[in-house]
């Protein structure tokens, strides 16, 4: 009865990721006929690009970044949501937004939000004597301040899946255990860093890993963001690959340039399968 | 109780409510950014000495009017629900059966290969969407919705095996064994005994599969490109945009007509996706 759904993901996944490798090693393009192997020739020709290179770069800081912020912040979330309040159900919604809501469509509201003209962080600036009129920066059309914007629109998306991950953590702690170390004397950080955080690392390490995926292979941010600009300063692999293979009609390049998330994705799938054996699942 | 303890005790809360505070409203307001933007008038929406957080004209429906009006956003909201309803009915054929199956199969195997299966989970459009696109060209699915109705189950099927695996587990198979002693066949024990018992699982799943298929945008901006043929989450960012030219007051209140229902929807059910995220690290 299982065979159906196996097959179905077995043909789907599997053709085009075999199709996926014999396009990195040919000369494959949109609307062109001729298919011929040309071995590394691609690999060769994307490594020595400044513009790949970047890509990189910049997957890999974005990733770092954002997890970064995303632990500390949802951290103190989890922690501030955990006792019940009055109206906890609708902050829990409000907090929860920009995870449910889809992401194209929340991005554009930050893309709204971050404009050139019409800005509102400008407006607040310039109320506030920080800049004089018309002086301030295009939040999106400068290379630092572009990384920078989509770096918060990560973090603005994964920190309520990364909260709502450690509220369930937090709460899978036997109360016993925090309020014998009350009793003992320990405090908030003593409790937090010695007892709350290493009986949480394996959710933990579960919510950093759905989050390292979910920044690394995501193009949806940066295309409706920046599109990779201004000057390439925003590219991440998968927004490259398809400014390559899709846009640019190259598809063997852009399949080889999609081929280096296959790394992250193994170890992260390798990672994530230690975890559940050492919660004794499998 | 000592003055030094109620000091304490009193920044404590403050710092409670400051975070609460700090983090409901940075995570919130793009969203009340959106609810201001859909109806104010362009005059106030352009006009970059005008306080922003307050109407310096009357509220107006304008924007709406346009989108509903003469935008094909209706049609994708349509796209959108037909993909979805077809994308769910699915992803039930095919995820149940192969849940119940794993399950039940004897040994270790079962959660094996569940494991196996939801992990295939873990692969992103990013991976695949270049070969993918030749796939739909070569079935001559491109350019229409059936693209996405044949690709988005890939992604549905194996976080939903998973789900189910969960929620089958917890019923005791001496409940269908008894059944079985009863008369019925296993099939009939499956429907008549561990589906009923599974509604909310079954429920959970729906809502997942029909969630992602708003959310995905990677497909969809490969396979589509007509303006009517359109998802919601790719016509609106990609159409509502002529040239150079934001019509900003319809893109914001396009966002909350199409982000809110299924942002309502999700967070009904969000304890038990946390459940399948968590792939059992707590107990």
């Known amino acids: ?282 | 109780m000592s003055a030094r303890g109620a000091a304490r005790r009193g920044a404590a809360r403050a710092m409670h409510v400051f975070v609460l505070v700090f983090f409901t409203g940075l995570l919130a307001f793009p969203f009340f950014w959106m609810v201001i933007a859909a109806f104010k008038q362009n005059i106030d929406l352009y006009t970059v000495e005008n306080n922003p957080f307050k109407f310096n004209l009357p509220p107006t429906l304008d924007h709406i009017r346009l989108l509903f009006g003469e935008t094909r956003f209706v049609r994708w909201l349509g796209n959108t629900a037909l993909v979805g309803a077809i994308v769910v009915a699915i992803t039930l054929l095919l995820a149940v059966p192969a849940a119940y199956s794993l399950t039940r199969l004897t040994g270790r195997w079962g959660e094996r290969l569940g494991i196996g299966i939801f992990l295939t989970y873990l692969i992103p459009p990013t991976l695949l969407f270049i070969p993918m696109s030749r796939v739909v060209a070569i079935l001559g699915l491109q350019d229409t919705i059936w693209s996405v109705v044949l690709v988005y189950p890939t992604m549905t099927i194996p976080f939903s095996i998973w789900l189910l695996m969960g929620f089958f587990k917890s019923i005791p198979k001496e409940l269908e064994d008894a059944a079985m002693v009863d008369g019925l066949t296993r099939f009939g024990a499956f429907l008549k005994l561990v589906v009923p018992i599974s509604v909310s699982g079954i429920l959970t799943v729906v809502i997942f599969s029909f969630t992602l298929v708003t959310q995905e945008f990677v497909y969809a901006l490969t396979f589509i490109s007509p303006e009517s043929n359109q998802m919601v989450g790719v016509g609106i960012p990609i159409f509502l945009v002529r040239g150079d030219v934001y019509f900003w007051g319809s893109l914001m209140a396009a966002c909350l007509v199409a982000s809110l229902p299924i942002a309502v929807l999700y967070n009904l059910f969000l304890d038990r996706f946390i459940a399948g995220f968590t792939v059992g690290s707590i107990k």
């Open chain 1, 1 to 282: 009865m299982f065979m159906p759904s196996v097959v179905f993901i077995a043909l789907l996944v599997g053709i085009p990721f075999v199709l996926a490798v014999l396009y990195a090693f040919s000369d494959a393009r949109i609307g062109g006929t001729s298919f011929h192997f040309v071995g590394f020739e691609n690999f060769r020709s994307i490594l020595h690009s400044p513009s790949f290179r970047k890509a990189l770069q910049n997957s890999i800081v974005f990733t770092l970044c954002a997890q970064a912020i995303v632990i500390v912040c949802s951290n103190i979330l989890a922690i501030a949501l955990e006792k019940p309040f009055r109206g906890r159900g609708f902050v829990r919604f409000l907090i929860l937004l920009p995870w449910v809501a889809p992401v194209s469509l929340g991005t554009i509201g930050w893309k709204w939000i971050l404009d050139s003209i019409y800005s509102v962080i400008t407006w607040v600036l310039v109320a506030l004597h920080v800049y004089k009129p018309y002086s301030a920066p295009m939040w999106l059309g400068e290379p630092h301040l572009a990384m920078a914007s989509v770096v918060l629109v990560h973090c603005w998306r994964l920190i309520p899946f990364s909260t709502v991950i450690m509220l369930a953590g937090r709460s899978a702690i036997p109360r016993e255990i925090p309020e014998a170390a009350a009793i003992d004397g320990a405090g908030f950080w003593r409790t937090l860093f010695q007892i709350n955080i290493p009986m949480m690392t394996p959710i933990l390490s579960v919510a950093v890993l759905f989050g390292i995926i979910f920044t690394f292979t995501d193009m949806t941010v940066v295309y409706i963001l920046t599109a990779g600009g201004p000057f390439d300063s925003t590219q991440t692999l998968p927004s490259l690959a398809f400014a390559t293979g899709i846009a640019g009609s190259d598809l063997a390049a852009g399949a080889a340039i999609s081929l280096f998330l296959v790394p992250v994705l193994v170890a992260v799938a390798y990672l994530m399968l230690r975890v559940a054996h050492r919660a004794e699942v499998v």
